[in-house]
């Protein structure tokens, strides 16, 4: 969910039983402080905090008036690279190459626009 700002954001996210799930961490690719917000039952929302205008989350909530709103969906997968190629064939466009997402210790991530959606592909770390 891209923000325009976290701290601003909590009050309405924790109307909704979330809280936020540590501090928030730089992220020098997205331009951006990323946190987490979870509810007891495990559900999470990825809170994306642009800072700059080179921010491409900036850029989005410039088209979206409010707070906040879904920004982009994300699938944890198993193995980034057969995913990235299936979804490629299926008409999937690329956002750049797969890099290292500080928000989640360095996993690999990738982002494609898939039917018109921003989708984040999250290589899941098995026995990390």
Known sequence: ????SIAASLPSLRSL???????PVWDPIQQANI???T???GISVELVEPIGDRSPARRFLKGHPG??????????????????ERL???GAIPVGSPVLAAAFDNTRVAF?????N???????????
Request: aromatic content about 12%; glycine content about 12%.
């Open 35 to 37: 946190a987490m917000a």
């Open 39 to 41: 509810t007891p039952l």
């Open 17 to 23: 039983g979330y809280d936020l799930h540590g501090d």
């Open 67 to 84: 707070e906040g709103c879904i920004y982009h969906l994300c699938w944890g997968v198993d193995d980034l690279d057969q995913w990235w």
């Open 88 to 90: 490629r064939a299926r």
């Open 1 to 4: 969910m891209a923000v325009q």
């Open 112 to 116: 494609m626009f898939m039917d018109g």
């Open 118 to 128: 921003l989708v984040e592909l999250l290589e899941e770390r098995h026995g990390a």
